[in-house]
Each structure stands twice: as structure tokens, then as C-alpha cells.
């Protein structure tokens, strides 16, 4: 079976596969137009992000069996018509739940504590103790959008805290004894912390809108490890300015590209001006973001450690093997 690896991962997915008799072959920087050219060649495809796999893709990809996305999510891919054509899809939450949800409770802590309000300060020479009086997270109640694998793992920190861990998922029955699964309504009654954990689906994207927040009875903090087309960005806005949010941690940005490896779609030296204080290229609500103490932000990395890279290509050869050998 011939494979061609369209990202760099992991060198053990190749070695593995290479182990198990497939033949492996990398294209790393041809469009997708040129790929379309030869991917009839091929059995299998291993990707993360760097570009859809849509209808046309896949009628053209004539012998094609399986598509590994070393990542959990597959709303790259077109799924309901590769099911059509009997191509076998593998992804691997499992490779990078960990790290999702260990990067949440950091957020989290760093937020209650401002972290990094009071690093900013302190290198900047000001000593502000009370201003950086923290919160602790005992007695609070944390709910959950989304309990598969990464809500999962995030509720299994939780446990060394004293407090209430509760989920919500379209899915019944999957409640377990890290988290009570409740309504929606039920959840936006009693949080005082929201950690979304879902896919992007039609279902998710823009899911928290001015509408969702106000349903909350209480000020919250919020979470996004997930995918950044859940939150409407205006919205959140208007919520952390009114103190409806009392301040967010964000992995990631409805302004992403598809891929996830960039931010918005210009090009990078239009993005160095931001760097520069030279903002005006950029939306307003994203200014907003990155000058508020009550945001956290990082570059949709919190499944991205070096533990995580070897257990997502890890996962992806077992699959492989598993179905195959």
C-alpha cells in the first residue's frame, strides 16, 4: 500500500509504517491542484491541516482507502462523502487529550491568578500585590460543553480540586465520575466557569453568541481549547466590557485559517506590523483581545507538546495497523 504524507509529523509514523510494509511517500509543499494530479497513485494519505479534502479531491483520488489526520478533529475532511467512497478516516484524540487538557486547567489557574497581568508588571518594575489578589478555584463550579476525549481529560485534572464538575453533550449517557452530565439550561444556571470541548460542526460554529452568554445567571470565565469558529468574537467582546465574562482563555481564534497554522488570511509581513503597534489592518475586536489583562491567549497549542507529537503519530500507526495488517 503506497501512503504519501502531506505534513511532517512524528519520524516513528513513517518508520512504523515502513516497518509494517507500506510505502511511504512525503510531499510537504505542492499545491493541492498538483496533488490532485497523483493522488490516484496512492492507498493512503496522512495529514493534520493543510488543506480540505473536499469532493473534488476525493473523486480524483481513485484508489485511495484510508486518511489519517494526526490531530482529533476532521472537519478538514469531507466526511460523509469519503464514507461514500469507502475511504476508511482515522483520527487521534487520543494522541493529544493530555496535553488539551492540562493546557485548559493552566489557562484557567492563570487566570484566576493573573498570571500574566502580574509578569508584564513585575518586568516592567511594578510591585502591585493587591491589584493581582487571585482567585482560587475551590468551591466553584466548572461546566463542561463537550465530553469526549478532551472534555474528559480536562475533568480528570479537576479532581485534586474541591470542586463541582459539571458537562453537557448531545450525546446522553456519557456522564461519568469525574463529571454529572446535565441539561444545557441546567449548566447555564449553575457555572461559574465554561470549558468548551466540542468539534466544529454546524451545531458549534458561532455557538457562543450574545444569546448563549446572556443565558448564563452568573458572570463567568471562559475556555476555548476547541475550535475557534464556537465563539463569536464580537459577542465575547461586548460580554468581557460588560463584566457578563469575567475574562477568557483562548487557544484558539475564529479568525484562524483553515489550516490552523496561521492567523488570518494576510500574509506574514502584514502580520509583523501588528507586532510593531501598527494595528490598523487588524479587526477591532482583536485589538481588544490582546490589550485586555483578563485575556489569555495562545497560538492553538494546547495539544501541541513534544509528548503529544509522538502519541498522535503513535495512535495513527496503530489505527492504521489495526485495520490493515
Known amino acids: 500500500m503506497k501512503v504519501l504524507h502531506l505534513d511532517k509529523n512524528h519520524p516513528l509514523l513513517i518508520d512504523q509504517l515502513n516497518d509494517l510494509g507500506f510505502t511511504n511517500h512525503e510531499n510537504y509543499t505542492a499545491s493541492k491542484s498538483e496533488i490532485e494530479t497523483k493522488i490516484s497513485d496512492y492507498e493512503g494519505i496522512i495529514i493534520r491541516s493543510r488543506f480540505t479534502i473536499d469532493q473534488q479531491f476525493l473523486d480524483v483520488a481513485t484508489n485511495l482507502k484510508f486518511i489519517g489526520r494526526v490531530g482529533a478533529g476532521l472537519e478538514n475532511i469531507d466526511c460523509d462523502y469519503a464514507e461514500q467512497k469507502g475511504v476508511y478516516l482515522i483520527s487521534a484524540p487520543e494522541g493529544n487529550r493530555n496535553a488539551v487538557g492540562e493546557h485548559t486547567l493552566g489557562m484557567l489557574l492563570s487566570l484566576f491568578n493573573k498570571l500574566n497581568k502580574a509578569d508584564k508588571e513585575v518586568r516592567q518594575g511594578k510591585w502591585l500585590r493587591e491589584a493581582n489578589r487571585g482567585l482560587e478555584l475551590d468551591g466553584k463550579t466548572v461546566g463542561l460543553i463537550g465530553y469526549g476525549n478532551m472534555g474528559k481529560a480536562f475533568a480528570k485534572k479537576l479532581r485534586g480540586f474541591d470542586v463541582e464538575t459539571l458537562c453537557y453533550d448531545i450525546k446522553p449517557n456519557v456522564g461519568d465520575e469525574n463529571a454529572t452530565q446535565i441539561s444545557l439550561s441546567d449548566l447555564q444556571e449553575k457555572a461559574d466557569v465554561l470549558s468548551l470541548h466540542t468539534p466544529q460542526t454546524p451545531l458549534t460554529i458561532n455557538m457562543v453568541d450574545s ?5 448564563f445567571k452568573k458572570p463567568f470565565w471562559l475556555i476555548n481549547t476547541a475550535r475557534g469558529k464556537s465563539v463569536v468574537t464580537e459577542d465575547l467582546i461586548t460580554a468581557l466590557d460588560s463584566g457578563k465574562i469575567l475574562g477568557a ?77
Not at 444569546?211 to 443565558?215: L, T
Open 211 to 215: 444569546e448563549f452568554i446572556n443565558s
Open 249 to 325: 482563555g483562548l487557544d484558539v481564534l475564529e479568525y484562524e485559517k483553515s489550516s490552523f497554522e496561521n492567523l488570518f488570511k494576510i500574509d506574514e509581513p502584514k502580520f509583523r506590523w501588528m507586532r510593531k503597534g501598527k494595528k490598523s489592518n487588524l479587526p477591532e475586536a482583536f485589538e481588544y483581545l490582546i490589550n485586555a489583562d483578563n485575556v489569555i491567549l495562545t497560538p492553538h497549542v494546547a495539544g501541541w507538546t513534544v509528548e503529544s507529537k509522538i502519541k498522535l503519530a503513535q495512535t495513527i500507526v496503530d489505527k492504521i495497523k489495526a485495520k490493515f495488517c
